[in-house]
């Protein structure tokens, strides 16, 4: 192209305004996309969504320029531009509109940009937000992730991210992740050091993000960063330190090894961490962090791989690990970690609700029990070992072992957030509200988003009455993690603690969908608050409500059978017994649940084992205590009922000083008040808790309330709370209940 003819098609292209309308295009479509970041993550848009829109913008701005080439605009409406009589062309006049409406897009970009860089920011606390599944948005661009003030931010406090794999196999990247774990483990046991959980950390993998950013994220003042490039035997690994509030590098260095050192390299990177950050690893008689050194190296290779999975938290990821593991210890049987490992997995492959498997919850006891003995037969010191062992005896109920075992697994490793949980868990099943409340919000400032402490602090704040705090844990699950089931559960579970029923439908079946373990119940809850009992007989995967709603479908025979049918096979199982007590109660075959009770428990102190961890889906989330004390008072044992209610009162006490608050929790109470003959009390227990959102459609069939049939003023608590769930039922076009 000549220079005259370059010219000409300039002079061409501002005629036609195509620069202007390109400009224009370019000055609209950036402020679209800052709206667009602004609002999806609000609404829990996939991250897709953002992509989409900005391809679309892109293909329209060729649109725009082509349009604006061929067409004018004239005083008759849009014409080809070669069909415009020069004389009458108005091409003048739109520039001027185009040239003023630019400037006022200008304008409104600056005003953005200082807006973001200047505008004040609300400090949020130490506790920034809070896995088991990898994120599938972006944590740092949540707005619940903004930076943590920095008068909040522990002195000694580090996140470990994750090396990059350099290899030229990307399926090397295992190992890659694989070492920056060991190194994050190794850190941890460093006592006057804050160590940032694996999953918060892994949370920005492969995601290119500032690191000033990340470190206010994580509310840490200090980032290890790095990358690995493994070929055959031959390792090169690079780490420096950062520290966050200026981006300097405190510490680098490269390490050209062979991968049998791979466990020197791992201490020594831990101890040159310590050392810059000037800590003294022999305070209070701690030594320094060593690595644990296997045997085979392939068997460290494959514990990395397992690892990996593990943390995945699946049910095909499970399974994988236990094999990988398998094989692991038949090249290393003596290797501690990987017997740990094994016996974790083992415990998650349990067929309960919270389980990842199909074994039965004792198999898994009888497999994982040697290999714990064996690995801390092996390692005493190895704090996972022992956070595993907590965890079998918390399944076992064995609570004060469970404790144990959870103390030296954190005086080992006082950052090991897996043993944290163990502890927040172990506290909430033995009615320590309070206290496990305070542990799991230690791990939120630890692993802020972590997405198993995060579902579990929302289930103690529920407990605790707190349904705002909750329901602010739950908004930042979907922010973070908005493809996560147990997002969508946390969300059901705090429109149905709220009374909220139609809207659950959304999130309830959005966890069914994504196969979360957990769901058949909550969705089973949800049925048999709306009064569907047709559905909820239906739903697979939870026995436990099947008899329930065949007693709400007048089915008490069959309800029986189906109770005293799981019962047979599993007489051992304390959630089956319970189950079994209730359906007899509801049933009014009170005889025999008080048979049942004399043979198999004759102690309310046995009765203990749901103390604090009742279910929560209709007469499920029922204290066993009740199904006997309805029992006794039907058959007038009075001394008996007396007894049972004394030791039910200390329980609800206890409870009640400990933090339980929820309208769950008050309805326990006004059944426990209307068994012990305190009408007043059970009537505003009662009111309250329908006022907190809990909707019951069997409430006049409870048997907890038989006294109180036919007082006018449980009538009218009755029929509010049928009202209730009629116009949650009307919201779904559902016939009104009765």
């Given amino acids: 192209m000549t220079p005259r003819v370059a010219m000409n098609f300039l002079a061409e292209l501002k005629r036609r305004n195509v620069i202007r309308m390109a400009g224009l295009y370019l000055v609209g479509a950036w402020l679209v996309i800052q709206v667009a970041a602004t609002l999806l993550p609000t609404y829990g848009a996939p991250v897709w969504v953002m992509k989409v829109l900005v391809a679309l913008l892109a293909v329209g701005f060729l ?25 009458r062309s108005i091409a003048p006049q739109t520039a001027q509109r185009m040239d003023r409406l630019i400037l006022a897009g200008l304008a409104a970009v600056i005003l953005v940009v200082a807006a973001d860089r200047y505008w004040p920011r609300a400090e949020l606390p130490a506790a920034v937000p809070n896995a088991v599944s990898e994120p599938a948005s972006d944590p740092a661009s949540d707005p619940a992730n903004r930076p943590t003030p920095a008068a909040a931010i522990h002195p000694d406090s580090i996140a470990v991210l994750p090396f990059v794999n350099m290899s030229a196999d990307p399926e090397q990247e295992y190992f890659s992740d694989g070492l920056s774990e060991e190194i994050l483990n190794l850190l941890a046991q460093i006592r006057d050091l804050k160590v940032i959980g694996r999953t918060s950390s892994f949370a920005f993998k492969g995601r290119n993000e500032d690191l000033r950013s990340i470190g206010n994220t994580l509310g840490v003042r200090y980032l290890l960063e790095g990358s690995v490039r493994k070929a055959g035997d031959d390792l090169r690994i690079t780490a420096q330190l950062i ?53 085979s190296l392939p068997a460290y290779e494959l514990l990395l791989q397992a690892r990996r999975l593990i943390h995945g938290r699946t049910r095909s990821g499970m399974a994988a690990a236990r094999g990988l593991l398998d094989e692991a210890l038949k090249l290393d049987p003596n290797y501690a970690p990987a017997l ?47 956070a595993a062992q907590s965890q079998l ?31 927040a868990g172990t506290l909430g099943n033995t009615g320590y509200l309070r206290e496990s409340l305070a542990v799991l919000k230690r791990v939120d400032v630890i692993d802020p988003l972590n997405v198993a402490n995060l579902l579990r602090l929302n289930g103690a704040l529920r407990d605790s009455g707190k349904l705002s ?94 109770a005293r049918e799981r019962f047979a096979s599993a007489p051992e199982n304390r959630d089956v017994a319970q189950d079994l007590l209730n359906t007899l109660a509801w049933a009014g075959r009170f005889d025999e649940v008080l048979t049942l009770y004399r043979e198999r428990l004759d ?49 609800l006490d206890f409870q009640r000083e400990r933090g339980y608050a929820s309208g769950a929790f008050l309805m326990t109470e006004a059944r426990y008040f209307a068994l012990a003959d305190e009408r007043a009390a059970a009537l505003k227990a009662l009111t309250k808790a329908i006022d907190l959102g809990v909707r019951d459609p069997l409430l006049g069939r409870d048997p907890a309330f038989a006294e109180l049939h036919d007082d006018r003023e449980f009538k009218a608590q009755n029929a509010r709370m049928i009202t209730l769930i009629n116009i949650e039922r009307a919201k779904l076009n559902m016939a009104p209940l009765p």
């Fill in 603 to 651: 102690d309310p102190d046995a009765l203990d084992w749901s103390f604090g961890s009742a279910k929560r889906v209709g007469f499920l989330a029922l204290d066993p205590l009740m199904a006997i004390a309805s029992a006794q008072r039907a058959k007038g044992e009075q001394q008996a009922l007396a007894e049972t209610l004394t030791h039910w009162r200390k329980r």
């Fill in 63 to 87: 649109a725009a320029v082509v349009f604006s080439w061929l067409y004018e605009l004239t005083p008759e409406g849009l014409k080809r531009d070669a069909e415009v009589d020069p004389a």
């Fill in 469 to 562: 705090e909750a329901q602010a844990v739950t908004a930042r699950m979907l922010r973070a993690f908005p493809d996560n089931p147990q997002s969508f559960a946390a969300q059901a579970s705090d429109l149905l603690d709220a009374g909220h029923l139609a809207q659950a439908q959304v999130p309830a079946a959005r966890s069914l969908a994504l196969k979360s373990n957990s769901a058949p119940l909550l969705n089973a809850w949800m049925y048999y608050t709306l009064g569907d009992f047709d559905r909820m007989a239906s739903l697979q995967g939870a026995p436990e409500s099947l008899t329930q709603a065949l007693i709400a479908l007048d089915q008490n025979d069959e309800a029986e059978a189906k």
């Fill in 340 to 386: 740990a490992a094994q016996a974790h997995t083992v415990l998650l492959l349990n067929n309960r609700w919270y389980g990842y498997g199909d074994m039965p919850l004792e198999q898994t006891h009888t497999l994982a029990k040697p290999l714990l003995d064996k690995a801390l037969a092996l390692d005493p010191m190895l704090a996972e070992a022992h």
């Fill in 243 to 295: 520290e966050v509030a200026d981006g300097s590098h405190l510490w680098s260095q490269s390490y050209d090894r062979k991968l049998e050192n791979v466990f020197a390299i791992q201490s020594e990177i831990a101890a040159s961490i310590a050392q810059a950050l000037k800590i003294n690893l022999l305070d209070a008689g701690q030594s320094a962090p060593v690595a644990q050194v296997a045997a």
């Fill in 393 to 423: 005896y918390s399944q076992q109920r064995q609570f004060q072992l469970a404790e144990a075992a959870l103390a030296k697994a954190l005086t080992l490793n006082p950052n090991l957030s897996e043993a944290l949980l163990r502890q």
